[in-house]
């Protein structure tokens, strides 16, 4: 394909995708606003407000908090269409071999993404809230305004949910044939300190807390993924190598 039809093709490929994600925030706004979502996400910092409400300080905050919360859920309704438009637009240059790993890919990134943001509001997002907030101190007091808190929430969700990627990313690429599990054995010295820098970029409150409850998950993905590619490259070096499976038939 010229150049140019490469660039109109991804022009299009560009467009579902924001036509995706504009389709997943009219469906969230609506189930925003005819169910109490925003109930439902204020539900880990309710313990620490003394049975008070969050408060807003401007007249349209109320209405972007909304926007907001339907922005991170609309943007989980169109992930496996986003997805499947890289997947259409890489396609062509794929072997038929590869294209078999792409539904897999699809299913498990959407996975581990709903995985990552639950947990994030389990377990990470609960335990930030409660070492900050129980941080306390007789000159001040927390008043915590509902743009805050739900820009904390939203932003630490949607990182989690990204950081989850990571094994479906390395699981793709090493059934590519662009990874090894040698080369990330040997980049595994540096994982770890990348994994804190990632955490420090990514971190909604830039406290400590938060990066090392970020840092670890990144870092724990990283050595889970070294195990599947393992597993991954060894079938698709029995695949490539005829003599390989015949060795390995016989035993």
Known sequence: MPFLDHLEELRWRILWSIMALLGGMIVAFLLVTRVDVIGFLQAPILPYLQGKKLVYTHPGESFGIVMRVSFGVGLVFALPVVIYQVWAFLSPALYRHEKKVVIPVIGGAVLLFAVGVVVAYQAILPLTLRF?????????????????????????????????????????????????????????????????????????????????????????????????????????????????????GDR
């Open 132 to 248: 900050l907030l129980t941080f306390e101190t007789q000159s001040l007091e927390p008043m915590i305004t509902a743009a805050q808190y739900f820009g904390f929430a939203i932003t630490m969700s949607l990182a989690f949910g990204a950081v989850f990627e990571l094994p479906i990313v390395i699981l793709a690429l090493t059934a590519l044939g662009l990874v090894t599990p040698r080369m990330l054995r040997k980049f595994r010295r540096y994982a770890f300190i990348l994994s804190m820098v990632a955490g420090a970029l990514i971190t909604p409150g830039g406290d400590l807390l938060s990066l090392a409850l970020l840092t670890g998950p990144i870092y724990l993905l990283y050595e889970a993924s070294i195990l599947l590619a393992y597993v991954v490259h060894r079938r698709r070096e029995n695949r490539i190598d005829p003599k390989r499976c015949f060795e390995l």
